[in-house]
């Protein structure tokens, strides 16, 4: 699910880095990076303090419902270094927050996994760093 997404201008530059080192080392697959940067490119980008809050951006803290599972699950966008599993905090370049980055709280993303295909909804933003005015993040 790549359209309709809202990317602030600061993630955007700071995406597109990452993505840069990321063809160099060519660590994360090519097939999951053409999806990044096909949900990067294709997103409307807004200044930082437009975001609006409903939004999923780079650091944002998403609570989750996996709709065929009935799991829930908090997580917290972040870039590749700061990535960290044992404690939610997933990369942008996980397929799991490649398919959320830009959407709005509401959206059903369906994911592709070895196992088959997962519709996760996203049901709340518990932090968002625009709407809590810390651009840094």
Not at 48 to 61: A, E, F, L, W
């Amino acid at each position: 699910m790549m359209t309709n997404r809202i990317i602030s201008k600061l993630d955007y530059q700071r995406l597109k880095k990452r993505i840069e080192q990321a063809k160099i080392n060519a660590r994360v697959s090519p097939t999951q990076l053409m999806k990044l940067v096909r949900g990067v490119d294709g997103a409307t980008l807004l200044d930082p303090v437009k975001i609006p809050s409903d939004v999923v951006t780079m650091n944002s803290v998403v609570s989750l419902e996996y709709i065929d599972m009935d799991k829930h699950l908090d997580i917290c966008l972040v870039y590749p270094e700061e990535a960290d599993g044992s404690r939610n905090r997933i990369s942008i370049f996980a397929p799991l927050a490649t398919a959320l980055l830009g959407c709005q709280r509401g959206t059903v993303a369906n994911l592709t996994t070895p196992f088959g295909s997962i519709n996760i909804r996203i049901n709340q933003i518990l932090y968002q760093p625009e709407a809590a005015g810390d651009f840094s993040r």
